[in-house]
């Protein structure tokens, strides 16, 4: 026994069972058929996930709202194994665990909705059994008037342990906060790290933040970081999990100028990819962010519909240590659907604004890892087309998508070749009750986005509907070394 005992990750396997025990909570152990690694490698084998937390985020109370979550277990590709057992549903559940549950999910392939509510509060997706696997949700709000006028909405979040927000501010004219839920039943603590124009900012105030087991903290930026524009956020948890989200409402002249959440970018890189930059009108400001403690020398590369193009004056660009600088790219991309990647040589991460015409609303994307198996989106109603954009950075890609209604029926599907550096887009018609989409990657290296911009000529009394959602490979599979426990299974 005590040699057993001295081999770490069989210390690391009790340890986790141990904490299971002791919380309640559920070990995700290997599936009955594995996908299986080869001898003497560290490979790990793939388990489907059998159960699932997602965290919906809710806008702050302000004018005439109407939110409502829109959820959906997807139809799977044919062959792809679910856990066994019942059908057990999921649910859609307020965050305190006396709270009734607001909405189900019953059958794969259909959505399920809340009923719109004037009053939002932060909703829960939860379900253990054959329907977890690739499960997904959106939280949308729209209002007709006051500082919430537009429409806000989010993928519903997976909760984790690192997290960054690239496009954030501090200043003025905007009054973003970070909020942050814990669905488990512990506390959690979290650290933020800031980084501005002028580089790293010491703010205590944004280190060692509680959120309460079944709660939520926020973080007022234009409090912690005040007068700082263009700033970056790295969330980690240093004791369980959090789901952050980026509210942000925007004014112009001290009127509102439009709400959304700014979604979470991918961890630094030496490319980072920012898909589905909005075709049409308004103004389109890339955001790059280096964290490291060294100058980054980047390119810019655009990914346009007719092939990539390196634009004039950015072919090479400095980003001190540390900082974040933004890029004004609407004049170079002349209103086509498109996708912008960074090559540096430090790791950066980045993100995409994309204003209307107008300058009621917005939206924006942040960077994104490449597809490797199914994305799923659910689509909120919508009064215009919305357009997914996928992009092949590399060699030439191609995706296949299915777009299908609330009882799962196919509206449109199709395989879609995508030219080596090009963006290719898809428009969907407008939709009166919510659809889900499903994307995946067949061929080569793709990244994909789907984005909603309003009307080139609204109306005066419009309520401009601008937005954008990523495409992100849905979990199915949750990877893990042999029969060993998944620690982020026992802690969900």
Request: glycine content about 10%; charged content about 15%.
């Amino acid at each position: 026994m005590r040699r057993l005992l001295s081999d770490a990750r069989i210390r690391l396997g009790a340890c986790v069972l141990a904490m299971a025990a002791a919380a309640g909570l559920g070990v995700v152990t290997q599936a009955k058929e594995p996908v299986t690694r080869a001898e003497g490698t560290d490979e790990p084998a793939r388990t489907v996930v059998n159960r699932t937390a997602l965290s919906c985020p809710a806008l702050a109370g302000g004018g005439k709202l109407s939110s409502v979550v829109n959820a959906v277990a997807p139809a799977l590709p044919e062959g792809t194994p679910t856990a066994a057992g019942n059908e057990t549903p999921l649910s859609i559940t307020p965050l305190p665990t006396t709270a009734d549950p607001v909405g189900s999910l019953l059958v794969r392939g259909k959505i399920a909705s809340t009923a719109p509510v004037t009053k939002p509060a932060p909703l829960s997706i939860r379900g253990v059994g054959p329907l977890a696997a690739g499960a997904v949700g959106t939280s949308t709000t729209t209002s007709v008037e006051g500082v919430n006028r537009g429409m806000a909405s989010t993928p519903c979040q997976l909760p984790g342990s690192d997290f960054w927000f690239v496009g954030a501010s501090g200043a003025s004219d905007r009054r973003d906060v970070l909020v942050l839920t814990n669905l488990d039943s512990i506390n959690a603590e979290v650290n933020v790290s800031v980084y501005a124009r002028s580089g790293p900012q010491d703010l205590p105030n944004a280190r060692g933040i509680v959120v309460p087991a079944r709660g939520t903290s926020e973080l007022y930026l234009g409090l912690v970081a005040r007068n700082l524009r263009d700033i970056a956020l790295h969330v980690e948890s240093t004791g369980g999990r959090v789901a952050p989200a980026l509210r942000s409402n925007a004014t112009t002249g001290g009127k509102p100028a439009g709400v959304d959440w700014l979604n979470p970018s991918a961890p630094p890189a030496n490319k980072a990819f920012v898909p589905a930059a909005a075709p049409g009108a308004g103004l389109r400001i890339l955001s790059v962010a280096n964290p490291t403690d060294l100058q980054a020398t980047a390119s810019l590369t655009v990914h346009g519909p007719n092939g990539p193009f390196k634009p004039a004056g950015l072919e090479t660009v400095q980003i001190p240590a540390g900082s974040v600088k933004t890029f004004r790219l609407d004049p170079v991309l002349h209103g086509d659907p498109s996708a912008i990647t960074v090559t540096s040589d430090q790791p950066v991460t980045a993100s995409m604004r994309m204003v209307d015409a107008s300058g009621r609303d917005f939206a924006s994307l942040g960077s994104a890892e490449a597809l490797t198996g199914p994305a799923y989106l659910v689509l909120p109603a919508h009064q215009q087309p919305a357009i997914l954009q996928a992009t092949a950075p590399g060699k030439n890609g191609s995706v296949k998508f299915e777009l299908r209604d609330g009882a799962g029926r196919v509206l449109n599907t199709r395989s879609l070749d995508v030219i080596a550096g090009a963006t290719s887009q898809i428009s969907f018609k407008a939709q009166p009750r919510p659809t889900y989409l499903m994307v995946e990657q067949t061929r080569g290296t793709v990244v994909a986005g789907v984005t909603l911009m309003p009307a080139a000529k609204p109306g005066e009394d419009d309520v401009a509907q601008v937005a954008a959602w990523p495409l992100t490979t849905s979990l199915v599979f949750r990877a893990q070394l042999g029969a060993q426990p998944d620690v982020r299974a026992a802690l969900r």
